[in-house]
């Protein structure tokens, strides 16, 4: 009987961090229902993290929860759709391109075909 067999699998600190951030975005309607996000949104994110002291927000964090959420499934259908992009508080900011459409096409195909 071996001790290793009952350690739990330990959960980086980083992706508990970037949990905790996820779950605090998802009070925003857009990142809930994953529309497409403003270009630059990072900046938002961050500013968001420095304004209520978010611990653990490091630029690590908030990029990973990003890239985690930009590409999940929904959003690259929200992407494919096109049309409006926004900030998190709802308000309009900028058009999703052509070319990000066919990007967005591009890694759905990827998925589908592995």
Sequence with gaps: FSSLASKKPTIAPSDLKAKELNDRLNGFNVW??????????????FRMVNHEQFPGGSKKVVQ??????????????????????????????GAVSEPERQWAVEKIKARQSV
């Design 32 to 45: 809930l229902n994953f529309q497409p996000l403003a270009l630059g949104i990072d900046k938002e994110v």
């Design 64 to 93: 990973k929860v990003l890239r985690m959420h930009t590409h999940h499934g929904r959003y690259l259908a929200a992407l494919v759709q096109g049309g409006e992009r926004y900030q998190l508080d709802g308000v309009i900011n």
